[in-house]
């Protein structure tokens, strides 16, 4: 229990954020970005009021997969606040409203920290179920940023099948368990190829990645998501798969895995509710 | 690695207070309270200025460390640390709870 008369609660700008979920791998490429979105497109659909933070400084992807309807803006009574950009009823922020499409953020770390830190203490999120964090490749310097600034509740890793992801994938997960942030689940990207004539699987990328991650970790395989034209088509074109292909195999084990995430926070929640988030000491 | 045996709740603090002008207390999840005396934590500081950079060795002799320091604030990082602002400027090393829970064991 919050005592308030020895430790307070620490102010902080995410607050009114219930769940804050990091999406890493550790690795570049292997679709973190498509699975953030998907995730909170599908979290969405189930009523819960979303955000997405894209992290990724210097490749960021977010406008192209989930356009904008209205741009980020400076809060009009609070000079120094951002009001988040919406699309499709998502807020999001990120590095590529501020930059040309084309344009490399060619910047050095202290300066893309601050710009993490920026996006985690002024945007103005408001009220959100969860807000949506997509991690940038590595495990350095703006992974800590991130889990230093924002109180994670829980990560998911995702892979893809062959083994030389998992190498960084790895890494990741080793990183989690040094910030003891909970990993949610290991969500396995690019699975297979499923040949629509004769209903073959070929494991293009070698298989089992995720299933050996989870094995050897404990950290419970969310599914496996197969590459289809539909899920790509939809990130192309700023779509939401849910509405162009819902019958797709790629948006039903997304939608399974949205829920079984709900259902894990739920738990965490729970179990973690009566313990301190932010604090600080204030010495008499 | 292995996530069976890791358990981040754990590592989970229920309070955090001051005990006198030169000790906190912090009572973690599973019910027990250990106490730390703030200039132990500042003999062991983590940070780069405090710490050799090839042998990871204190550079500060123990007997110079003030036995009656204070801090002016202590705060979580994330999840898994706190920082400690000392009154003599140190206010950068990262006290994991892993760590702390060590340290408050022995005593």
Redesign the interface.
């Known amino acids: 229990?919050l005592?308030r008369e020895?430790?307070k609660e620490?102010a902080e700008n995410l607050k009114n954020v219930r769940f804050v979920i990091g999406v890493a791998a550790g690795k570049g490429g292997v679709g973190k970005s498509t699975v953030a979105v998907n995730l909170a497109r599908a979290c969405m659909r189930q009523g819960l009021r979303v955000g997405i933070l894209d992290a990724d400084i210097y490749g960021p992807s977010l406008r192209q997969m989930l356009p904008e309807e209205t741009p980020p803006a400076k809060h009009p009574s609070l000079p120094e606040r951002i009001v988040p950009a919406v699309g499709c009823g998502i807020k999001m922020i990120s590095m590529a409203y501020f930059c040309e499409s084309h344009a490399a953020t060619a910047v050095r770390a202290p300066f893309a920290n601050g710009v993490i830190a920026q996006f985690l203490q002024k945007v103005d999120w408001d009220e959100l179920d969860i807000l949506f964090i997509d991690f940038p490749p590595g495990t350095g310097d703006i992974q800590l940023t991130l889990?230093?600034?924002?109180?994670?509740n829980g990560m998911v890793i995702v892979t893809t099948p062959q083994e030389v992801a998992l190498l960084d994938v790895?890494k990741a997960?080793?990183m989690c368990?040094?910030?003891?942030?909970?990993?949610l689940g290991v969500l396995e990207n690019m699975s297979y190829w499923q040949d629509p004539a004769t209903g073959q699987k070929l494991h293009l990328l070698g298989q089992g990645g995720g299933r050996i991650l989870s094995a050897?970790?404990?950290?419970p395989l969310l599914g496996e998501i197969p590459m289809e034209p539909a899920l790509s088509q939809s990130a192309d074109r700023g779509e939401d798969i849910f509405s162009t292909a819902p019958e797709c195999l790629a948006a039903e084990v997304l939608m399974q895995a949205s829920r079984k995430i709900g259902h894990h926070l739920t738990g965490l929640e729970q179990?973690?509710g009566?313990?301190?988030?932010?604090?600080?000491?204030?010495?008499? | 690695?292995?996530?069976?045996t890791?358990d981040?709740?754990k590592?989970?603090?229920?309070?955090?207070?001051?005990k006198d002008a030169h000790v906190?207390a912090i009572e973690w999840?599973d019910g027990r309270i250990y106490d730390y005396r703030l200039s132990d934590l500042q003999k062991n500081c983590p940070c780069a200025r405090c710490r050799d950079e090839k042998t990871g060795r204190p550079l500060a002799l123990p007997s110079s460390i003030d036995s009656g320091l204070?801090?002016?604030?202590?705060?979580?990082?994330?999840?898994?640390?706190l920082r400690i602002e000392f009154t003599n400027g140190c206010s950068r090393g990262v006290y994991?709870?892993?760590m702390l829970r060590e340290w408050g064991k022995l005593g």
């Not at chain 1, 009566?274 to 008499?284: A, D, H, R, S, T």
Request: include cysteine; aromatic fraction near 12%; glycine fraction near 2%.
């Open positions: 229990m005592d020895i430790c620490r889990a230093q600034e924002s109180r994670i790895r997960i080793h368990h040094q910030m003891a942030v909970p990993i050897e970790t404990g950290i179990m973690e009566q313990y301190l988030k932010n604090f600080e000491l204030i010495w008499k | 690695m292995s996530a069976t890791f981040p709740l590592l989970l603090i229920s309070r955090i207070y001051q906190f999840a204070q801090a002016v604030r202590i705060y979580n990082l994330g999840r898994y640390a994991t709870f892993a």
